[in-house]
C-alpha cells in the first residue's frame, strides 16, 4: 500500500526538497511508494524545455525555481491542489505515466459533474478548450516524482503573468469557472486520498 503524506500548504522550495530525499530513498527500496499531496504559496516552475524562461513576464517578486520535470513555465498557489507521486513506474514508461495521472484528475473532475478530456497536441485536461489540471513529470532510474496540479478555484491572474506552458494565459481555467458554482477544495483533497488509498 503506498503511503499518503497529507502536507497542507507549504513552501514550493520545502516540498522539493523533500521530493528529492523521497526519490532517493524509493531508488534504494528504504521505502514503498510515497505520494504528497499539498498546495504552495504563488510560485513559478520552470521546466526542461530549453525556451521556457522567455515566458515569465511579469512577475515581480514571486519566486521563480527551475526544476527537472518536463515542460515550459507555469504557476503554483493557492486554490489549486498539487500531487506528487514518488512511486516505482511500471516499466518506466513516463508517457503512461502523464495519461495515468491526467486520468486521475479527469475522474476526480467527474465527481463534480465537470467533464474533462485531453487534448492530443497538449498534456494536462481540458475543458471546451481550456486547461484546467497541468501535469509535468521528472524519472530517476524508473522512480517519478513532480506530477499533477489540478486547478480547483485559484486566482486566474497569476497566469496572466506568464504564458503557461507556452499558452494564452487566457487559455487557463478552473473547476469553479467551468462549473459556474463554488466548488469546496476540501472535497477535492479528500477525493485524491482515496484514490491514493486505493493504488496499488
Known amino acids: 500500500m503506498a503511503?499518503?503524506?497529507?502536507l497542507g500548504t507549504r513552501p514550493f522550495l520545502e516540498v522539493w526538497d523533500l521530493q528529492k530525499e523521497l526519490v532517493q530513498q524509493r531508488i534504494n527500496?528504504?521505502?514503498?511508494d510515497v505520494f504528497l499531496l499539498c498546495s504552495h504559496p504563488p510560485v513559478y516552475t520552470v521546466g526542461r524545455r530549453r525556451e521556457a524562461l522567455k515566458n515569465l513576464l511579469d512577475v515581480g517578486d514571486t519566486p521563480i525555481y527551475e526544476i527537472e520535470r518536463g515542460g515550459d513555465v507555469?504557476?503554483?498557489?493557492?486554490?489549486?491542489?498539487?500531487?506528487?507521486?514518488?512511486?516505482?513506474?511500471?516499466?518506466g514508461d513516463v508517457l503512461k505515466h502523464l495519461r495515468w495521472l491526467e486520468q486521475w484528475m479527469i475522474e476526480v473532475s467527474a465527481e463534480f459533474g465537470l467533464i474533462l478530456e485531453r487534448d492530443p497536441r497538449n498534456a494536462g485536461v481540458w475543458h471546451q478548450g481550456r486547461k484546467v489540471g497541468s501535469v509535468g513529470?521528472?524519472?530517476?532510474?524508473?522512480?517519478s516524482w513532480h506530477g499533477l496540479a489540478l486547478n480547483v478555484k485559484p486566482d486566474?491572474?497569476?497566469?496572466?503573468?506568464?504564458?503557461?506552458c507556452g499558452m494564452d494565459a487566457?487559455?487557463?481555467?478552473?473547476?469553479?469557472?467551468?462549473?459556474?458554482?463554488?466548488v469546496e477544495e476540501e472535497a477535492v483533497w479528500h477525493l485524491f486520498r482515496q484514490k491514493v488509498a486505493a493504488f496499488g
Open 3 to 6: 503511503e499518503l503524506r497529507d
Open 29 to 32: 527500496d528504504q521505502i514503498g
Open 74 to 91: 507555469t504557476w503554483h498557489g493557492p486554490g489549486q491542489v498539487v500531487l506528487y507521486p514518488i512511486i516505482r513506474m511500471p516499466e
Open 137 to 143: 513529470v521528472a524519472s530517476r532510474r524508473g522512480v
Open 156 to 164: 486566474l491572474s497569476w497566469f496572466r503573468r506568464i504564458n503557461p
Open 170 to 182: 487566457e487559455l487557463l481555467s478552473s473547476m469553479e469557472v467551468e462549473l459556474g458554482r463554488t
